[in-house]
């Protein structure tokens, strides 16, 4: 999927301190996602395998005006980042499904949002994880 978002003032805030023509704070330009999945019979007839990938992009967001009449300070901006997931797994009848994954497989440290309620905080993404899953349906 892919999508675009041109978000920005319409007028001058005072309230916020953004002009007109400003973007939209936290919001980024474009956005963008693929997946790809492949499913194969094994030599078990009731066992199928399976691997996925998926794929995702978040462009870079302003999350700060300035003042009103000047720039933003792009003190609080976010840089654009993009993140890998992968999966193999196991699918017994639609029974029960076991699965090794691996998200944020390139472990990209992504800063996804930040705010100022008196302090800076800053949030990051989940760092590269590793794992099992196993689903049994009853």
């Known amino acids: 999927g892919l999508g675009y978002v041109k978000s920005e003032l319409d007028e001058d805030s005072e309230a916020v301190g953004g002009d007109a023509g400003e973007s939209l704070l936290g919001v980024p330009e ?3 996602s693929a997946s790809v999945e492949y499913t194969m019979a094994t030599a078990l007839t009731s066992l199928d395998l399976y691997m996925r990938a998926d794929w995702s ?3 870079e ?9 000047g720039p933003p300070s792009g003190n609080l901006d976010t840089d654009a980042y993009e993140l890998l ?3 193999i797994g ?3 009848d639609s029974r029960w499904e076991a699965t090794l994954f691996a ?3 390139l472990d990209e440290r992504a800063l996804v949002g930040v ?5 800076r905080k800053s949030y990051i993404n989940q760092p ?5 899953n196993f689903k049994k349906d009853f």
């Open 103 to 105: 998200n944020n497989v």
């Open 61 to 69: 967001t302003v999350n700060d005006f300035g003042t009103l009449g």
């Open 90 to 92: 196991l699918i017994h």
């Open 30 to 32: 474009t956005t963008a």
């Open 57 to 59: 992009f978040v462009d």
């Open 115 to 119: 705010g100022t309620w008196g302090y």
């Open 85 to 87: 997931n992968l999966r």
């Open 128 to 132: 590269r994880t590793i794992g099992i």
